[in-house]
């Protein structure tokens, strides 16, 4: 106790899990679900775990099954996930760099110069502030349009609105509609609100706040904010444009649309289809070529500090320039001017290499688990699931409890163990004072 103590940024997973039980506590109560009987404790303990994971998966029909006061909850329970996701990772920050040398925390400052330093109370304020004025501004522009275009009683508008905008930008995927936003896919000033609120939440405030702070000098910014606004900008064009390319004649999907409809359709499932979760083409429907697609951009997840799952963007490019520097038989792995230092590239391969072994775990435990699956659908489920996505093909409902269970522990998996890790991987970074002699072992 004493040693955690000393680290308080280990005891988050014990206060998201505190967080996890309580809600489910509460979802159980008869008068959180519409047919008013006691919740089965698995589903409750799921739904608490997607919604404070801000992973959005549901074992039920979200808007039929759970009463306004269950919903209610949903949407108090994916709030506190996001902004106790973004706290914990500025105290990691905040923490770390004060716990490693002075050589090495100079180093994690200027990589995130918005976080390294500062009055921890002034930092906590400007993430809350940016989180509400950003959802405020999305519930406003949909609620709006749900009110004058569609018919919806202002109250009812607002609701719709609000609780949309909160899943989307804390990257969870719940909805109102049983159907997702699969009945707006063509709808501009609804889909895009919901998309870029997505993404701005997806990108996390460090690389957030200097890329505004900054945002006239890009080649000034650190290797993280370059990594993760580039690469996400990537992720989405490609993802984007090859989505669109699958599913152009997919009459299921969007191959009825007009051009406008199938680019604005696929954009949007597309970023919100990294970390966000929501369904705004049918996912069940989509075509074989499209699933890997998906599963790539969702192990991939958001950026570092973020509300986004998955093993983070910067890991992934940064493994991209390892690869890269090796090929070119390059002795320093550089990005933008900076050399990169060793112990960041074994952390990313760490995480990476981890993040593959439960992927894989748990879709042979899911195949295992389930009988006439396929092999691809039980992948997009658990990398669904570990990535805190949300996005399924329906696997999840008709999964028996030991499959629910194993999905739940994915999901608490997915949010606090990267977080954890990277704490526990700075915290105990240490120097010895000698070397062993070196050798050089066949590989390949």
């Known amino acids: 106790m004493r040693r955690l103590l000393r680290h ?10 505190a967080v996890i039980l309580f809600g489910t506590g509460l979802l159980m109560l008869p008068w959180a679900t519409s047919h008013h009987r006691y919740t089965p404790f698995v589903t409750a303990l799921f739904t608490a775990t997607s919604a404070v994971s801000v992973t959005g998966m549901a074992v039920n029909d979200t808007p039929n099954y759970w009463t306004n006061f269950g919903l209610a909850m949903i949407t108090v329970l ?6 106790g996701i973004l706290t914990g990772a500025a105290l990691v920050i905040l923490v770390v760099s004060r716990q490693l040398g002075l050589r090495n925390r100079l180093l994690v400052q200027a990589e995130t110069a918005e976080f390294g330093v500062g009055d921890v109370r002034q930092l906590l304020v400007r993430i809350a502030a940016t989180v509400f004025v950003t959802e405020a501004v999305m519930t406003a522009v949909i609620g709006g349009r749900l009110w ?7 109250g009812r508008a607002l609701w719709f609105a609000a609780f949309d905008s909160i899943q989307a930008f ?3 995927g719940f909805s ?14 609804v889909g895009l609100p919901l998309g870029l609120g997505a993404i701005i939440g997806g990108l996390g405030f460090p690389a957030l706040f200097e890329a505004v702070r900054a945002w006239r000098r890009p080649g000034h910014w650190a290797i993280a904010t370059k990594l993760t606004i580039w690469g996400s900008g990537a992720l989405i064009l490609l993802g984007f444009a090859a989505l669109l390319v699958n599913e152009w004649r997919n009459p299921n999907t969007i191959g009825g649309f007009g051009i406008g409809g199938k680019v604005l359709a696929s954009f949007t499932q597309i970023a919100l289809s990294r970390t966000g979760g929501f369904d705004v083409i049918h996912v069940d429907r989509l075509t074989e070529e499209s699933y890997p697609l998906l599963i790539v951009l969702m192990f991939i997840g958001g950026g570092s500090a973020s509300t986004a799952g998955g093993i983070k963007v910067s890991t992934f490019f940064l493994l991209a320039f390892v690869i890269w520097a090796e090929l070119r038989g390059e002795p320093d792995v550089t990005v933008g001017g900076r050399r990169v230092a060793t112990a960041s590239q074994r952390q990313a391969l760490t995480v990476a290499l981890l993040s593959v072994a439960v992927v894989v775990a748990g879709t042979v435990t899911v195949i295992v688990l389930t009988e006439n699956i396929r092999y691809y659908k039980a992948l997009f489920e658990v990398t669904s699931a570990f990535s805190t996505t949300g996005l399924s093909t329906g696997l999840a409902a008709e999964l028996k409890p030991p499959g629910q269970y194993l999905l ?11 977080l954890t890790l990277g704490s526990a991987i700075a915290l105990n970074t240490r120097r010895r004072r000698y070397r062993y002699p070196e050798e050089q072992p066949i590989v390949g």
């Open 8 to 17: 308080p940024v280990r005891l988050v997973p014990f206060g998201f899990l």
């Open 148 to 154: 004058l275009t569609y018919g919806y009683p202002p």
């Open 170 to 172: 804390n990257n969870g």
């Open 408 to 418: 739940t522990g994915l999901m608490y998996i997915g949010r606090v163990g990267p």
């Open 78 to 83: 994916t709030q506190l996930g996001g902004l």
């Open 176 to 189: 109102l509609y049983s159907d997702g936003l699969v009945g707006f896919s063509r709808d501009p000033l």
